[in-house]
């Protein structure tokens, strides 16, 4: 049987509102979901939007086809999906105002599947009301709706509440109809985990429904009801497989990305409790937001004992045993703590290290649980005292929708992420490295230079902030100290191939050639395929007045594939010198 309000804490139909759902409530959620959202349509592509959509030629150039076979380098990223509509939006129109617009759409689209599916769940327009309002508005999720790159959490989001309505409308309906809903639910399934992996956790969601609709089903039943969707699970495991080699991550997170994922396990999960607990207060109170908390802006619990630990571990605690408490009376408060604790299963860091320590976007789907319990508990207060408990409710529908506005205007352009970013998280090394570049892009070198050194200090293997130190110096004309802070960059991270690069300049502006080849050549050793030193390294050639083995670097250049706008421009420029010293 379906499952039914509770009587005992005065929650029926009757007494929390009709389950008819009016035109103008889906106008308001609608307008709940855009409005606070429309300053973001002004906003640059930030952050990864550059490397991954603006500057990536799998977006602009290559037939979307390709995409399904494409894996980004920067984290081994594998979402076809969403890879699809960035190369459909470039097609398009490439403005990065098209791209927002889309997202905006996006999360009107999920706001509205969330105010269906809690009428669904809840059986009460009040509190699918409420809770879909608070969905629409919550600042959590500028993240994923203001930065481009969210739109994997969107289309994930997406598709699984695409899917638990289609279920659910399958276990209620009859005939031809059912498996109509039931084929659109398994395809909105498929849909989700091609656009982000954490989509796998509709499964454990379709679980919890299917036992919420029908608490008598065997378990033969349950099993026969979840086979489709195991089946293109296995089906997309096979593919990511094939693509990428591995189930999880193609290459393990760095230290400053994710410190979790290089410690002892007690320490890991002592820190994730933490996270969660820092999770649940931006879930009540969105004041502090940011888009970095790398390392080491989230110190890591070293003991049992870490008043953050246990602090967090008392309000799990307390949490689950209220939930537990009220199950036979208040069942809807354990239908939302499941909803929020199953998406959030896979991105915790409690099971295994992800990328990264923590992110505001990983809370985008799980936050439709809280607010599911959000959404129950402003319906009993509307019922019991209505004209205050509607007030209320107005009232944080409005201070959320004000934090989100003002949220957006972080996301304006770059510059203004990293200043807000910096303001934010004072701890983090990455903060303090693209503060740097901020006032760097500004003229303000001396200050720059500070920022790069304290990254430097609290992250000594960054080798980006060693390098900038030596950008600094080579924009005053100080070019010993340029070359110094560049070589210091490639003593802490060998491998950074664009301190080699510089290197290799500021040899050739002085016509030591030979010295800038083997910087280029060290360079390449780590990175054989970089198009940019292969470039310069038949430059270099070419100064030495060796066309043909300036040829023999650009000939290495065919294999790479996929060249960017300014790599492709650098390496045609290239090959017409070449030729022509060659003629």
Not at 79 to 108: E, G, I, K, Q, S
Not at 158 to 179: D, I, N
Not at 236 to 255: D, I
Not at 275 to 303: C, K, M, T
Request: glycine share 6%; charged share 15%; aromatic share 8%.
């Amino acid at each position: 049987m379906p499952a039914r309000s509770i009587d005992t804490v005065g929650v029926t139909h009757a007494c929390v509102g009709a389950t008819h759902a009016s035109p103008l409530l889906v106008i308001l959620i609608g307008v709940l979901a855009t409005v606070p959202y429309l300053n973001a349509l002004q906003a640059d592509f930030v952050f990864d939007d550059a490397h991954l959509i603006r500057d990536n030629p799998a977006v602009q150039v290559l037939p979307a086809v390709d995409l399904f076979h494409y894996v980004h380098p920067a984290g081994g990223l594998y979402r076809p999906l969403t890879m699809l509509t960035y190369a459909a939006n470039a097609a398009l129109n490439p403005a990065p105002f098209a791209y927002h617009l889309v997202n905006l759409v996006l999360h009107a689209l999920v706001s509205l599947g969330v105010f269906a599916l809690a009428r669904h769940l809840l059986e009460s327009t009040t509190a699918a009301t409420a809770a879909a309002a608070l969905f629409a508005v919550h600042p959590i999720h500028t993240e994923v709706v203001t930065g481009i790159v969210g739109r994997a959490e969107l289309l994930a989001a997406l598709s699984v509440v695409a899917m638990l309505l289609a279920f659910a409308r399958a276990q209620r309906t009859e005939g031809p109809a059912r498996w109509l809903w039931s084929t659109s639910a398994v395809a909105a399934f498929a849909a989700g985990v091609l656009a982000k992996e954490n989509a796998f956790t509709g499964l454990g969601l379709l679980i919890v429904l299917h036992w919420w609709i029908d608490r008598r089903a065997t378990a033969v039943q349950r099993i026969a009801a979840l086979t489709p969707y195991l089946a293109v699970a296995g089906a997309y495991l096979a593919l990511r497989l094939a693509v990428l080699g591995t189930f999880g991550l193609s290459q393990p997170p760095t230290l400053l990305d994710n410190p979790l994922a290089h410690v002892d396990t007690a320490t890991r999960l002592r820190t994730a409790v933490v996270v969660l607990g820092e999770y649940l207060e931006q879930l009540a109170v969105p004041l502090h937001l940011s888009a970095d908390y790398s390392f080491n802006q989230i110190a890591l619990a070293a003991g049992w004992g870490d008043p953050r630990f246990v602090l967090a571990a008392a309000l799990l605690a307390a949490v689950a045993v209220a939930v537990t408490g009220t199950v036979r009376r208040a069942p809807q408060l354990a239908l939302a703590a499941a909803f929020t604790a199953i998406p959030l299963a896979l991105t915790a860091n409690l099971l295994f290290p992800i990328g990264t320590i923590k992110a505001e976007r990983l809370l985008y789907l799980p936050s439709l649980g809280w607010c599911l319990g959000c959404g129950w508990l402003a319906a009993l207060a509307i019922e019991h005292k209505r004209s205050i408990g509607a007030l209320a409710l107005s009232a944080v529908v409005a201070a959320y929708a004000v934090r989100t506005w003002t949220r957006n205007g972080d996301w304006r352009s770059e510059d203004t992420l990293f200043a807000a970013t910096l303001r934010d998280a004072p701890r983090s090394a990455k903060a303090h490295y693209n503060g740097a570049i901020v006032l760097q892009r500004a003229g303000q070198l001396d200050d720059a230079m500070v920022h790069y050194r304290r990254a430097l200090e609290m992250y000594p293997a960054y080798g980006a902030a060693a390098y900038g130190i030596g950008h600094v110096y080579a924009l005053k004309g100080i070019e010993v100290g340029a070359l110094a802070w560049y070589e210091e960059a490639i003593r802490r991270e060998p491998a950074f191939a664009q301190a080699h690069l510089q290197i290799a300049l500021l040899h050739y502006a002085r016509d030591r050639f030979d010295s800038a080849e083997a910087a280029l050549v060290t360079g390449l050793e780590g990175e054989p395929h970089n198009p940019t030193l292969l470039v310069n390294l038949g430059a270099v050639h070419l100064a030495q007045g060796d066309a043909w083995r300036a040829g023999a670097a650009l000939v290495r250049l065919d294999g790479i594939g996929m060249l960017d706008t300014r790599e492709h421009a650098l390496v045609t420029a290239a090959r017409r010198e070449i030729e022509v010293a060659l003629r």
